[in-house]
């Protein structure tokens, strides 16, 4: 077909954006749950004031809470298991996560897990499909993972260093309170691997073998350019109010699948990725900067045109088109030097990396099937991305 792909869209999660907002979140929970598990990472927010403004809304709309904190980047599956233990001793109804992706996830986990009478990493080695969660709400404090309203979950099992995903629709959170200015307080670093996060979202989705889908390649190309744009104003004045409310709200935009209406993804950098945080327990979107031009490079020649609109269109290139190929890779050097400008690592030994287990991760990564629409990576190929990003 020589047009975009059927499709259904569907994103129920109400969002609740701009300054001031966390003060709704008892009144939002109070619609599904008089009894929730507040779920945290740990300590940011304790530090901001913002645990204390939580709890107090929730005290005021008569929601009654036990805490459990503690939940690290790449969230792990034993504080899952303690999470759902928790709730069902308690016969806690909803999951209210204050934090990023990691809790938010982890939220998702214990949700999907209550309700399940067996062990709810069958969940994430696909054994089983997602049918039944608990409710989840979120107080979101870093644009990053999107999954203030994805319908997914990556959990990081410590035994073996695996990190998986696991999927439903009854996964998105019910609600999402957003306000920009909970976000003053991100280090740099955390800035800037949230925008390689969001960028690699709306990237996964532009990179298609789909023709005719112009309207959303125009907004792909427009979420990039509000994070090109906005990211190095944050990193230069944090408490900038307009630029972070942009970055938080295209970080949203860029994962909640709007942006892959009619498309068909790629996710193979996604996945190569996992490996490369699963078991160095690197930051995500610090991965993803290393990981992404590496892909690009290696994938580019089997539609070198698409290539050169994302140089032109995302970075403002000057097309030459009696090379296109020169313009393509024009564009792969400067989303490279732009990671590199907002200080993020752009090789795999910047990260820790050395490449004795370069091949037990392609492995890893290609166990179930090759990767990828975009073009299909066998473990071969992805060896050769790890080793582009040296
Ligand atoms: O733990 P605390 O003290 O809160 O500190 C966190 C953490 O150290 C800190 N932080 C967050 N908000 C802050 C803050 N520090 C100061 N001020 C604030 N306002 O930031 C650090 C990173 O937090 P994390 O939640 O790990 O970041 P992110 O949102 O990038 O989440 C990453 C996780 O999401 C997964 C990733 O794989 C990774 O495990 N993803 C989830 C997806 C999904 N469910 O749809 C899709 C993504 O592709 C991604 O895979
Ligand atoms: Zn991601």
């Not at 907002?342 to 091949?359: A, C, F, Q, Y």
Request: some cysteine; hydrophobic content about 40%; overall charge neutral.
């Amino acid at each position: 077909m020589q047009a975009m792909e059927n499709f259904i869209f569907q994103n129920p999660t109400r969002i609740i954006f701009g300054k001031g907002t966390e003060a709704e979140t008892g009144r939002e929970t109070a619609k599904h749950a008089k009894k929730v598990l507040l779920h945290f990472g740990g300590g940011s927010i304790r530090k901001s004031g913002l645990h204390d403004r939580v709890c107090k809304s929730l005290k005021d709309a008569g929601v009654g809470y036990l805490e459990l904190g503690g939940v690290k980047p790449n969230p792990r599956l034993s504080l899952v298991r303690e999470g759902i233990r928790i709730c069902r001793e308690n016969k806690l109804e909803m999951i209210i996560a204050v934090g990023g992706g990691s809790v938010i996830d982890s939220a998702k986990a214990i949700a999907i897990g209550v309700p399940h009478a067996g062990d709810v990493w069958d969940f994430y080695l696909k054994k089983i499909p997602v049918t039944e969660s608990l409710p989840v709400g979120v107080v979101l404090t870093i644009p990053a993972a999107g999954s203030e309203t994805s319908n997914g979950s990556v959990i990081t099992n410590e035994e073996g260093w695996y990190k998986k995903d696991a999927g439903g629709e009854c996964m998105r959170p019910k609600f999402a309170i957003m306000n920009p200015e909970l976000t003053f307080t991100l280090p740099p670093y955390q800035t800037a691997c949230g925008a390689a996060d969001i960028m690699a979202h709306v990237m996964e989705r532009y990179f298609t073998r789909v023709p005719s889908v112009d309207f959303t390649d125009r907004l792909c190309e427009a979420t990039l350019r509000a994070i090109i744009d906005n990211v190095p104003v944050v990193l230069a004045k944090p408490d900038d109010y307009a630029a972070r409310a942009e970055i938080m709200w295209a970080g949203t935009i860029a994962h909640n699948d709007l942006l892959g209406t009619g498309r068909i993804g790629d996710w193979a950098s996604h996945m190569i990725e996992h490996e490369l945080s699963g078991i160095y327990d690197v930051a995500h979107g610090a991965g993803l900067a290393v990981i992404f031009p590496a892909w690009m490079k290696h994938v580019y020649k089997n539609d070198v045109a698409r290539f050169a609109r994302f140089a032109v269109n995302v970075w403002g290139v000057e097309p030459r088109f009696d090379r296109p190929e020169r313009t393509a890779l024009e564009g792969i050097r400067r989303l490279k030097s732009f990671f590199r400008d907002i200080g993020l690592p752009t090789s795999l030994p910047e990260l820790g990396v050395k490449d004795d287990r370069l091949e037990e991760m392609a492995k890893k990564a290609t166990a179930a099937g090759p990767l990828g629409n975009f073009v299909k990576l066998g473990k071969d190929d992805v060896v050769s991305i790890y080793r582009l990003a040296q």
